[in-house]
């Protein structure tokens, strides 16, 4: 079953939730599409979503909210669907 | 005051590092872990330590932030702009821990952050506000009677609203007939509540900002600074004072802010934002409308300096120690004309993509009027964690004309290696002919900016 690593493309403070009041984007088990935003970094001020990038299920996410990450760090792992595995 | 807790970062820490030290008073700078090697940690007398990068777990911190005064011994705090600077429950905070606040008062805070109660505050004081209802409608007729009492063309607003959405603008009462329906269909099903605020559009809208300075008892005006050249509601070009503004225009609007200033006895430096109608008949007693106060001292202050040499940081700091005002109205004159430029660590050819990283040889401008407001230094490590202003390019000339000629040069000697920057298309700006005419608006610069950028993708395809 092929594993994708989702990547923030950028530096910055993660966050799993659009706003502090709003559910997190996804979660653990969840069903996500390519396209689909898992979480956001920001970056000076600005705020940047970063895709799933491949459709399937979230596995888990590797930063707490509100963690700064770097530029390439994997932030979360998709268990890539549609294969039957 | 003795010792001056400055509860901020970046170049407006330092800026008020220097007015404290101009008056003799000791200054205390707190940071984060990621600003430990900041030049306003170094400038400061004492430097105290508030939390890690994220400025939600130390610049934003009031408890990190009352304690490190505490420790440090200071009897004042400066919240600078941004960060806790508008917070009103900050300001109380500090007063209620015994120091002195450099600001106005807790409640004028709260009081003008409540764009409400600000308009009800401007009205009482004889201020324009932007013709508009107070309440939701929710009819057709009712939607007809309020927008013959506003003027067209009128801007429809679901009530519920926010972020834009559910806004359109109607020119005359066929279209708002044809038009309310589904505008309030829209918000009844984004929103829940079908009822719209009803507001005057203007089309060609400047934004001008009046500075004021209040003990408490006395207010003056520094005259305005034109604030027009936006993008995303964020400024990157200001001047002082605002070119193309009629004198009885300019006279009103400056008399306007003092009063509403007055009206809730304001202390401290404080702009009032207007919105100017270029569209608007000279006759006309709609010239200009009181949009929002900002209670702090703002970006584009050193303009103002410039143009009256009056050192709004240092008034601000005199005004907090009790102070009266040390300017009559009389005293206050504007010679000249001072344009800012922000330089943001920002790509304006990849849509202004934030661009942190470690800088490496940095050439500031200098020379003859220019003066340069920054936190740069050869080496700097441009930090993702806060707002990307590097630097502020201010240049004053006896006309505005030289003012520009005089910004052109300076742009050209603005120079760092190691991130993208603003500087280079700032200099392409001032080749516009509509820039040197001073005839734009607040849709002017994102228009130019759009027109920049499809000329850029055509060249490229071309190519």
């Known amino acids: ?25 996804a979660t653990e088990g969840q069903n996500v599409g390519a396209d689909d935003t898992v979480c956001l970094v920001e970056v000076m001020k ?11 299920t979230v596995v888990e996410f590797l930063v707490e909210n509100e963690d700064v990450v770097d530029a390439g760090q994997v932030v979360a792992i998709i268990d890539g669907a549609g294969d039957g595995g | 005051m003795r010792r001056l807790l400055v509860a901020n970062r970046g170049e407006i820490a330092v800026r008020i590092i220097r007015a404290a030290r101009d008056l003799g008073i000791s200054t205390v700078a707190v940071h984060s872990t990621a600003d430990a090697e900041a030049p306003h940690v170094r400038l400061a007398d004492a430097a105290v330590e508030i939390g890690p990068p994220q400025a939600t777990k130390s610049y934003l911190v009031v408890d990190a932030i009352l304690e490190a005064a505490r420790s440090s011994g200071a009897d004042a705090v400066h919240p600078g702009y941004g960060f806790l600077s508008e917070r009103a429950a ?5 007063t209620d821990a015994g120091l002195t606040f450099v600001g106005p008062d807790a409640a004028v805070i709260e009081e003008m952050g409540d764009k409400v109660r600000a308009r009800q505050v401007a009205r009482a004081a004889g201020v324009p506000t932007v013709p508009g209802t107070e309440d939701g409608v929710d009819d057709v007729a009712a939607a007809v009677a309020a927008a013959a009492d506003i003027g067209y063309p009128v801007m429809l607003k679901a009530a519920a609203g926010g972020g834009g959405r559910g806004i359109r603008v109607v020119a005359d009462e066929a279209e ?13 099903s984004a929103f829940g509540d079908g009822r719209m605020y009803l507001e005057r ?21 520094l005259f305005e600074r034109e604030c027009s050249l936006q993008r995303r509601r964020q400024k990157m070009v200001e001047e002082a004072t605002a070119p193309g503004i009629d004198a009885d225009v300019r006279a009103a609007m400056t008399d306007a802010a003092v009063r509403l200033s007055r009206e809730v006895g304001y202390r401290s430096a404080g702009t009032v934002e207007f919105l100017v109608d270029d569209d608007a008949d000279e006759s006309s007693d709609q010239r200009f409308f009181f949009i929002e106060m900002n209670t702090r001292i703002q970006v584009e202050h050193p303009t103002t300096e410039l143009v009256t040499g009056v050192d709004l940081v240092a008034e601000q700091l005199r005004i907090a120690t009790g102070e009266p005002l040390r300017l009559r109205q009389d005293d206050v004159t504007a010679r000249g004309s001072a344009v800012e430029f922000r330089i943001c660590a920002e790509d304006p050819d990849r849509d202004f993509l934030p661009a942190p990283g470690k800088v490496g040889r940095v050439s500031l401008p200098g020379g003859p009027w220019v003066r340069v407001d920054t936190w740069l230094e050869p080496d700097s490590q441009v930090s993702p964690f806060y707002d990307s202003l590097l630097a502020k390019v201010v240049v004053w000339g006896e006309d505005r004309e030289t003012a520009l000629r005089r910004s052109r040069r300076a742009l050209a000697e603005f120079a760092v290696d190691g991130v993208a920057t603003t500087a280079g298309m700032f200099t392409e700006l001032l080749d516009e002919p509509w820039l040197q ?21 055509q060249g490229g395809h071309g190519s």
């Not at chain 1, 600005?46 to 990038?53: D, I, L, M, Y």
């Open chain 1, 1 to 25: 079953m092929p594993r994708h690593e989702v990547v923030s493309p950028i530096p910055g403070v993660f966050y799993r939730r659009p706003d502090p009041d709003s559910d997190p984007f």
């Open chain 1, 46 to 56: 600005s705020f940047h979503q970063v895709p799933a990038g491949a459709a399937g």
């Open chain 2, 90 to 94: 900050f300001a109380a905070a500090v």
């Open chain 2, 176 to 188: 708002l007939r044809s038009g309310f329906p589904a505008a309030s269909a829209e918000a009844a």
């Open chain 2, 201 to 221: 559009f203007v089309r060609r809208a400047r934004h001008v900002e009046v500075q004021v300075l209040g003990d408490g008892d006395d207010v003056v005006h």
């Open chain 2, 437 to 457: 005419a001073g005839d734009f608006h607040t849709g002017t610069l994102e228009g130019w900016l759009g027109r920049r950028r499809a000329a850029a993708d």
